[in-house]
């Protein structure tokens, strides 16, 4: 078995799952009024239309609230203690890490395959761990110095 410890381990999200994050922390950081995506977009120096797409998939989750019109714009769905990291993951990553994880499974072996059942268990042990964490820990005073916006939101185009 590899001892981890004294190596960096690398692990890729996608993109949608750091967006939603990063979405979530500036939401929670300027949580006395509404936010919009113009104004995370440049923040975070992202493109609005990927943001719209992770925002969309926010609201349907219930991570984020939508207020439509004019002056509108987005704050949180829950409170931060209340959204697991776990469940953003869930929501925003595919989760099959592996052919036979999917719907259209062909792999030959799948039937007395033992690699699925250990990659399934890797899997709920990660998520699991995300679980501990809320996006409350994820808030802190050097973020919050970062991100806390001082003046008037920018406006949609």
């Not at 002056?71 to 990553?93: A, F, H, N, S, Y």
Request: glycine share 8%; net charge neutral; proline share 3%.
């Amino acid at each position: 078995m590899n001892d981890f410890t004294s190596q960096t381990i690398i692990m890729h999200l996608t993109q949608q799952t750091d967006y939603a994050l990063r979405v979530l922390i500036y939401t929670a950081i300027n949580n006395e009024g509404l936010v919009n995506i113009a104004e995370i977009a440049k923040t975070y120096d992202i493109s609005k239309s990927h943001l719209m797409k992770v925002v969309t998939a926010l609201v349907k989750g219930g991570f984020l609230h939508s207020v439509r019109g004019k002056g509108g714009g987005l704050r949180l769905g829950k409170e931060p203690e209340q959204i697991r990291v776990g469940d953003v993951v869930r929501l925003t990553e595919p989760m099959v890490i592996a052919e036979c994880f999917g719907e259209n499974n062909e792999c030959i072996i799948s039937p007395h395959c033992r690699l699925a059942n250990i990659l399934n268990s890797g899997l709920k042990l990660f998520l699991m761990h995300l679980d501990n964490y809320t996006l409350a820990d994820l808030l802190n005073a050097g973020t919050q110095k970062i991100l806390y916006r001082i003046d008037m939101p920018i406006q949609p185009e």
